[in-house]
Nanobody
């Protein structure tokens, strides 16, 4: 059974950084890839970035490009989302997803 679990959220001031983690079990992101999404209150879920196994490329939404970086630890089967230069508009619940499975999300709050 596939499970994904996010962690690492918290509250920071604008300009700060956070690193989110997504641990996968019953699944190898090396074979199938993984994506990050986020959702703010009253808004639709938004794709943040991710990578696929098909081409190995990592892509980002324009809103986070240059500030967020996705990295992988194959030994730990964990994917990280390093978020720098955070802005209040980055406030959201962040989710990772793989093969249609979603984690419970982790809250990120950025204050001005």
């Amino acid at each position: 059974q596939v499970q994904v679990k996010e962690s690492g959220g918290g509250s920071v001031q604008a300009g700060g950084s956070l690193r989110l983690s997504c641990v996968a079990s019953g699944y190898s992101f090396s074979r199938y890839g993984m994506r990050w999404y986020r959702q703010s209150p009253g808004k639709e879920r938004e794709w943040v970035g991710g990578f696929s196994s098909a081409d190995g490329n990592t892509n980002y939404a324009d809103s986070v490009k240059g500030r967020f970086t996705i990295s992988k630890d194959r030994v730990k089967n964990t994917v990280y989302l390093q978020m720098n230069s955070l802005k209040p508009e980055d406030t959201a619940v962040y989710y990772c997803t793989a093969l249609g499975y979603w984690g419970q999300g982790t809250q990120v709050t950025v204050s001005s």
